[in-house]
Each structure stands twice: as structure tokens, then as C-alpha cells.
């Protein structure tokens, strides 16, 4: 059974060879073609997210040159003009199909900092929830050495962590992974499934195969493993297969399947608990452990009593029972000095207080961790 039978939200990667044919422009048959599956999965009730290749490409194609640059510079203006004709494609196809979209560019930067990072998972959520597609590329324009994800298939496995999807699907020019490079070695074995993050994989992994993209089989192998973290397991698929998709969603074993070994909770339970470090404390009343503990609820700031530290958005902190123990820990949807604002008050004060409107959990459930 495919990992995508049951799956709710699903990020689907497409790599360059396939969205540019292979540098040759942006495939208007082919983002058709996807976009009327991902129309049809949405029908469903699955929530999607698209996560495109191909600026780069496209830009190198309307600039009339046939060799990837190596400057970094004539990359960031490659993408600049590629940009305009890949995010137009994608909203033209999407909206034929009765979707909106949206184009989404990111950097690691906008990932490593835990601020930037719920700012872009709070705007990716709401998409979602809007029934809008984002269309997710680097944002190659202003990216760095320091600062580049390196290739979309890192960046396909880092939004399936941000946004905890439930798969991801890596769409690429082979039919799947196998134990050598198959246009090589004519002996080389097709792997229908593993487990994400095994050494044999990546030992079996080849190196890029087409001029035009940077990834290689390896960096998939690799994206897989880093999905597996937050519990999201990686098909890895044939971009043309006949509504490879739909018949993914199906159930139909399609590609390699990758299986992650943590179960979806656990992997986050466990990332909460035990590599991040906390930066503050709220001790909250009897009622808000019972919300908390009894039924699994958000940390709403009517329920605190006290607030410990100078934390920001996004640190971790402890959230204490009235005695002091801690009950639970997670990430705060607001600075320390915010949270001594809007501690015991309801949620339609806070525009008064702070200035502006947010969430209205000051640890929402799925960002929390009972201890």
C-alpha cells in the first residue's frame, strides 16, 4: 500500500528537469498535468503544497544560455527571470483547475531562525486552511553560499517537517531509486521500498545525472532521511508516470517508498523534548492544567498566572503547574513581554494591548508536549 493512501497533507517536490524539460522552458503540458491531479487529491480533502524547481532553468532558457553559470551573481539573475515565467505557469494551470495559489520563497535562513520559522509555518498553515496552494521555491535571488538549502530536495524535506506533513513526494526523471546508476550498470536493482535513513541507501546512491538540476539521487536519499524526523514518509516517483498521484493516493506501489521509522507524534514529541533547550517559563492555574492535562488543549494566556524569563516567539518554554512543577513544555507564540501583557486576559483584548492581532493560544496543542 502506498504511503500516500492515507496521507492528509502532502508536500510534492517536482525537480527542474522535469518542470523546464529538460531546460528547454517550463513545461506547460507538464504543470498541467500535476496541477490537475493536485486539484483532484484538494477534491479529496488532502492539503497540498508544491515545491518547484525550475526558476534557474527557465531564466537560463529566456536569457539564451545553455550552460548552467557558475557565478553566483548570473544564478540570482537566472532566477529573477526565471521566477516570473515559472510562478505565472503554475497560476495559470492551477487556476484552470478552480485553485488558488500562492508563490512562497524561502531561504535557510528563513528555517533556521525559530522566529522566521513559525512566521513561515503560521503563513503556510493559513494557506492551507484558505484552501490555497503555496508553490514553494529557494529564493534564489538573494541566497548565499552560507545561506543556500543547496537543492530542492532539501528544501522539499524541510517544508515536510515545517508545515508536519504526512508525506513527501519526490517526483524526479527515474522511476525510483535503485542499487546502481540503472543508465550504467545494466544489473542495477530496483528498490520498491526501505526504510528512510538506512546507511546501505546512501552508499547505493549516485551522483547528479542531468546538467541542468543540481540534485542527484543522493540528495533525495538524504531529503527522505531528514522527513523521516518529524514522522513523514518519502515516495520517490517517475514525474511523468501516468496520474502517478492520483494512483499513489490510491493506494498503487508506485516508485520507492521510503517508510519513516518514528511514528508522526513520537518524532515530535521527541524533537520537543529532548534538542531543544528552553528559554522561560509560565506557571499556569488549576484550570488551564485541566485543559491541559485532561484534555489536550491549547495554552490559552487566560490560564497563566506568572511568567518567568525573557524569552521570544518561538523559544521554548516550560510551562508549570501552580505548585511549580513542570507539566509541560513548548513553543511560545509570543515574547516574554507580551506574554506578562496578555497573561489572564481573553483573546479579544490582545489587539488592545499589543497593537496588533495574533494567535490566540500562547502554546498552541501541536506545539506542546505534556511531561
Sequence with gaps: MSLLSSARRIVVKVGSSLVTNEGRGV??????NWSRQLAALAAEGRELVMVSSGAIAEGMKRLGWTTRPKELHELQAAAAVGQMGLAQMYESQLSAQGMHSAQVLLTHADLADRERYLNA?????????????????ENDTVVNDEIKFGDNDTLGALVANLVEADAL??????????????RKDPAARFIDSAQAGDPELERMAGGAGSSIGRGGMITKILAAKRAAGSGAGTVIAWGREPDVLLRLARGEAIGTALRAATPKL??????????????????????AVLKLRGEGKSLLPIGVTEVQGDFHRGDVIAVLSPDGTELARGLANYSGAEARLIARRPSSEFEGLLGYAAEPELIHRDNLVLR
Design 169 to 182: 513526494v519526490i517526483l524526479t526523471d527515474q522511476r525510483g531509486l535503485y542499487s546502481a546508476d540503472p
Design 121 to 137: 509555518r503560521s503563513t503556510l498553515l493559513t494557506l492551507l486552511a484558505h484552501r490555497v496552494l503555496p508553490v514553494i521555491n
Design 266 to 287: 513520537q518524532a515530535r514529541k521527541q524533537w520537543m523534548v529532548d534538542h531543544l533547550q528552553m528559554r522561560g517559563a509560565v506557571k499556569v492555574d488549576a484550570g
Design 27 to 32: 513545461d506547460a503540458e507538464a504543470i498541467a
